[in-house]
């Protein structure tokens, strides 16, 4: 069904598949569309990740998406892209300049 909507609202673009194997990001596939890759698991993780880059406390990330506060699978779940990686680094950099 995601797959379907995602179609519909034109989410046709390729996008590369990895996975992450210790701390390195792999290629694995040719690019594919973005709609073919939509799942529910996906939604999970980018609602997760939303929420936190937007300053939610992660204890009521964890309470929302079902996660207990020792659950260890949560950070699985946390994906931020490395531009936003980046930005945060960057204010930390500027704040210590200004002391």
Do not use: W
Not at 15 to 43: L, N, P, Y
């Amino acid at each position: 069904m995601l797959k379907e909507l995602g179609e519909l609202a034109n989410f046709t673009q390729p996008v590369d598949v990895s996975r992450e194997v210790q701390g390195k990001t792999k290629k694995v596939k040719k690019a594919i569309r973005f709609c073919d890759k939509m799942s529910s698991h996906i939604m999970r993780r980018t609602a997760i990740t939303t929420h936190l880059i937007l300053g939610m406390p992660e204890h009521l990330v964890r309470k929302i998406s079902g996660h207990s506060s020792n659950s260890s699978s949560f950070n699985r779940y946390v994906h931020y892209a490395q531009p936003y990686i980046d930005r945060e680094i960057e204010k930390v950099h500027e704040k210590l300049e200004r002391m």
